[in-house]
């Protein structure tokens, strides 16, 4: 099979049973995308698919033949920070940081769709993507936090004053 | 912009950089030259005995190259615990299992799905037994868990601790007057605090390896307490501590979970000795459910005796607690937390028996809070149903229960324990002058106008973490059977490098608490040395002291203050050099920016940079000083630290659904100084999300006969982003004088204090209906069944 991965074109022998999210992380050594239940309820190993947020878990390495694919590791361009990855770092939108990949890759998906969600757009549409740590308040945040980025608006101030 | 920071303040965190962009390393992201990976064959029942194992099919299959049961592994001896009260495990089950998921064979292949196919050609003939599933039945003895035991009921906690058999009785005698007399109310629930699965979205993972040149075990894996895990693998398999090599580098959440040493982690580095090669095993979610420890699991019946006007005369607690079937690594000491918060932040006598019983279910242990929510759930319900039941506000009742401010310092709780500071009447009245909880009643009142159910509900909670003082070796909590006998200090390392950079190396480890960039903070402030200078680590046993780990909301109060000593230690001797390279006095040095300056005059100052190259060369240094920049301190405690809050929230329930929705969140925690307020708040954020996961959804249900129904996610509901509300949070601070810091512990403050609030507010909502009380999980269907019943 042959897909596009990160911008670069990869072509494997993979057995028909390996799912998308095996294919990443074993074949493919890209191990920002994690898995934490193997049956697409928790959303750690959310990737884009032909720019839509999929759970890589709950599709066959061979379905991806022909797609592009997106992995945490190559949402950025060049040396800086996606919004996302920018927004989570200035929210305190991860404590752990197992989910936090599926949980930016579920979010890129849903700005895709949505550029200006409310917080209740927000919280529905990462509904899928579980976090034991944060309780997701600053999640939440983070993705607001990115939106107004991408729309080129200045995003609303933190809870608190940054010192660093 | 000073790029020092001083304590209390909003720095990012140093360690998201690494983890947005999908470059931090966990251990299932390790790969090593012909790893090989484990499967393990798991009990299907919860009792049976096993009367054959045939591996033949497996052992021929394409890539397998072992199948381990109990014959190859008998001679490692049972699990190494903590607290050995209780039945030990065997590292795979000896002829009987005692829960679902109990492993009974360990398969070995060259890829893991060879090793998880040959695991289910493994044939195992059970005969299944009847198991021991009810609490009340387990207590009863009807039938014994454990031959070897006299009991199922292994221990009973009582109040006060420590009490002597006439003090315990002249209590008994004190409550039974109480409720003889002519003015009091009995207020009595039973109540069930339901078992939890932990659920770390990262499932536990350990790759070992062993190097027979070098004799030496390297380990990785996904724990709370790396230190005991080589001290455990040492200790089984024959290897010198300093010859195992454990690392737990990013921890994918714990909660108490990953505060264990499991069989897996010692038969994995056995079979990477065995067969030479490294071996790996990631569990998979299922075995997380039925593998990895599980939490809380008590039944009990609290009551109250107390007067017309809101006088407590009395409190008692009756609960048997379920540990399962084995004892792990605290496992029976988790009920004793609930003893040490037995009475809350409150003055009242206080009579506490829990009972806790063997079961063949899964281990119970450590889960964020860890006794402390169960206690502190019984304690905060019945205070809110006394309340109503006498018509008082339930605030004011507390109010008029708690310890007075007069009796701190040295002040006791009625449950026995010396409490390190409190101010809990300011703490409950800065709740009650928040515009915010105003608001909360107002919308209550509003919404009831309009026909809908609503309530607000109200707790206050104390916590008891921070462990702790070394003495504590005496109450059993050593480390012995880790083979590194440790009592619950803390450590930490300070090392300033020639260039002027530094190294912090300490002994716990963080599972996303922030460890780097709080140890930063503290580091800083006390050197001077500015915070992208300095590099924590952690995790690692070969660099870090020997340390217990990250559990018990105890780093920062007890690791952190060591952290705080060792860098105090290593600025009072850079202000000897910087002393004598300015020819100025010691005590005129100050240390900020990266630089020693001295006080009262500008123009004079020395560089980090120039002081460590300096410490470096000792021909420059003044006469007799030693060369270097570093210092160690373990740092214990006189006491533990005892945190404590009040939480609020609003909440409508549909009369048609019983459909819970909650509307409003508000705190006033208490945790004394803060140094991250970013990363403190984040730890209460999600500590409620799991105290409103307990209440509204989870429930770790077993059937008759043993068999976890909820191995799930699907099955197994966890909030989700559109479950819970944003969370609006207040503090008081009430330093502890325990530490030079002043903290007190924040880790499980959230989950301690939530899930009562929240079925506060559930059954104010119902009042009217007559509703007294629901037991957790709030599911719409058990709420609308509780006001039909209520309504008949």
Redesign the interface.
């Known amino acids: 099979m042959s897909l596009t991965v990160n911008g670069e074109s990869v072509s494997a022998d993979v057995?028909p049973?390996t799912l998308l999210v095996h294919f990443i992380?074993e074949n493919l050594?890209?191990?920002?995308?994690?898995?934490?239940?193997?049956?697409s309820?928790?959303g750690?190993c959310t990737v884009l698919v032909d720019g839509k947020s999929v759970k890589s878990c709950t599709m066959l390495a061979v379905q991806a033949a022909g797609a592009t694919v997106t992995?945490?590791?190559g949402l950025?361009e060049g040396d800086e920070?996606h919004a996302l990855?920018e927004g989570?770092?200035?929210r305190?939108g991860?404590?752990?940081?197992?989910?936090?990949?599926g949980m930016?890759m579920s979010a890129a998906g849903l700005l895709a769709e949505n550029p200006s969600p409310t917080?209740d757009d927000?919280?529905?549409g990462?509904?899928?993507?579980?976090?034991?740590?944060?309780?997701?308040?600053?999640?939440?945040k983070a993705i607001d936090y990115a939106a107004s980025k991408l729309r080129g608006e200045t995003p609303a101030p933190?809870?608190?004053?940054?010192?660093? | 912009m000073s790029t020092t920071s001083a304590l209390g303040g909003v720095v990012r965190r140093r360690e998201d950089p690494a983890l947005v962009t999908g470059t931090g390393l966990y251990v299932d992201d390790v790969k090593r030259t012909g790893m090989l990976h484990a499967a393990f064959v798991r009990s299907p029942y919860a009792h049976a005995r096993i009367t054959s194992i045939d591996a033949d099919e497996a052992r021929s299959m394409d890539g397998v190259k072992a199948v381990y049961t109990a014959d190859d592994v008998r001679h490692l001896g049972s699990l190494p615990v903590q607290v050995p009260v209780g039945q030990a495990r065997p590292l795979l089950a000896d002829g009987t299992v005692k829960h679902m998921g109990e492993a009974v064979a360990m398969v070995v292949a060259a890829t893991r799905t060879q090793a998880q196919d040959a695991a289910d050609a493994v044939f195992v003939d059970y005969d299944a037994l009847e198991a021991v599933v009810d609490l009340k039945d387990a207590a009863s003895d009807r039938m014994k868990v454990h031959d070897g035991l006299d009991s199922n009921i292994l221990v009973t906690w009582t109040t006060p601790f420590g009490a002597d058999d006439e003090t315990q009785a002249g209590l008994v005698d004190q409550i039974a007057a109480a409720k003889d007399r002519d003015d009091t109310v009995v207020v009595s629930l039973e109540m069930n605090n339901q078992r939890l699965l932990p659920t770390a979205i990262e499932p536990r993972s350990v790759v070992a390896e062993w190097n027979s040149g070098y004799e030496e075990m390297t380990l990785w894996s996904s724990s709370q307490m790396i230190s005991a895990v080589a001290g455990a693998v040492g200790k089984v398999l024959g290897i010198p501590y300093n010859h195992v090599h454990a690392i737990a580098p990013e921890v994918g959440g714990g909660f108490g979970a990953k505060l264990n040493v499991y069989p897996d982690e010692i038969l994995v580095p056995w079979a990477a000795k065995q067969l030479g090669k490294a071996v790996k095993y990631t569990e998979n979610r299922r075995e997380a459910a039925v593998s990895t420890i599980q939490g809380r699991g008590w039944i009990g019946t609290a009551t109250i005796t107390g007067t017309r006007e809101g006088e407590v005369l009395a409190y008692e607690l009756d609960a048997i607690c379920d540990m399962g079937a084995y004892s792990q690594n605290f496992t029976v000491a988790i009920p004793f937390l609930g003893v040490f918060v037995g009475s809350g932040q409150y003055k009242f006598p206080t009579r506490l028996k829990l009972d806790c019983v063997t079961t063949h279910l899964q281990t119970t242990d450590a889960y964020r809070g860890a006794g402390r929510p169960e206690a502190i759930y019984y304690l905060e319900r019945i205070m809110d149903a006394y309340s109503r039941e006498i018509g008082m506000d339930s605030a004011a009742v507390r109010m008029k229960n708690f310890i007075p401010n007069e009796e701190f310092p040295g002040a006791m709780s009625p449950a026995g324990f010396a409490i390190d500071t409190g101010d809990y009447g300011t703490n409950l009245q800065a709740m009650l002058d928040l515009p915010e909880y105003s608001e909360m009643k107002a919308e209550r009142d509003r919404l009831r106008s309009e026909g809908k159910l609503a309530g607000v509900g109200l707790s206050t909670y104390m916590e008891v973490c921070g462990f702790g003082p070394s003495g504590l070796v005496d109450l059993g909590f050593s480390w012995a059977e880790y083979g590194v006998p440790s009592a619950f200090n803390g450590s930490g390392l300070v090392r300033v490098n020639p260039d002027g950079t530094a190294n912090v190396i300490i002994g716990t480890g963080p599972s996303g608490q922030g460890h780097k960039t709080t140890w930063s903070q503290i580091v800083s402030q006390q050197t001077g040395i500015e915070m992208d200078k300095i590099k924590v680590t952690y995790g690692d046993t070969k660099e870090a002291p020997v340390s217990i780990g990250s559990f018990g909301s105890r780093s920062a109060a007890v690791d952190g203050a060591a952290a705080f000593e060792a860098a105090g230690k290593v600025r009072e001797k850079a202000a000897k050099v910087a002393a004598h390279l300015l020819e100025a006095s010691e005590d005129d040095i100050r240390f900020e920016d990266g630089a020693a300056h001295v006080a009262g005059s500008p123009d004079k100052s020395i560089s980090w940079e120039e002081i460590a190259k300096t410490a470096y060369q000792p021909h420059l240094l003044p006469e007799g000083m030693e060369g270097g920049m570093e210092a160690h301190a373990i740092f214990s405690p006189t006491n533990a630290t005892w945190p404590f809050g009040t939480m609020a929230c609003l909440v409508s329930v549909d009369s048609d659904t019983g459909d819970v929705k909650i509307l409003r969140w508000v705190n006033v925690d208490d945790c004394g100084e803060v140094i991250n307020p970013m990363i403190v708040d984040g730890q209460i954020h999600g500590g409620v999300a799991q105290g409103i996961g307990q209440a509204l959804f989870e429930d770790a249900i077993y059937d008759g006969d043993g068999n976890l129904l909820t191995a799930g996610l699907i099955d197994y509901p966890m909030p989700t982003a559109a479950d819970v509300p944003s969370y609006e949070l207040h503090r008081t601070v009430t330093p502890t004088d325990v530490n030079p810091l002043g903290v007190k512990g924040v880790g499980e403050a959230g989950t301690i204090g939530s899930a009562q609030t929240l079925v506060n507010a559930v059954v104010d909502a119902l009042a009217e209906k007559g509703v007294k009380h629901v037991d957790m999980p709030l599911r719409p269907k058990r709420v609308w069944q509780a006001m039909q019943d209520a309504q008949n």
Do not use: K, S
């Not at chain 1, 050594?29 to 049956?39: A, K, M, R």
């Not at chain 1, 991860?94 to 990949?101: H, K």
């Not at chain 1, 990462?126 to 939440?140: D, P």
């Open positions: 057995e049973r992380r050594d890209l191990t920002g995308t994690h898995v934490g239940c193997e049956t309820y928790c750690a992995t945490i590791e950025a920070m990855q989570f770092w200035e305190h991860l404590q752990c940081g197992y989910c936090t990949p930016i917080e927000i919280r529905h990462i509904e899928g993507n579980l976090c034991r740590c944060t309780g997701y308040h600053n999640i939440v933190a809870e608190w004053e940054v010192n660093a």
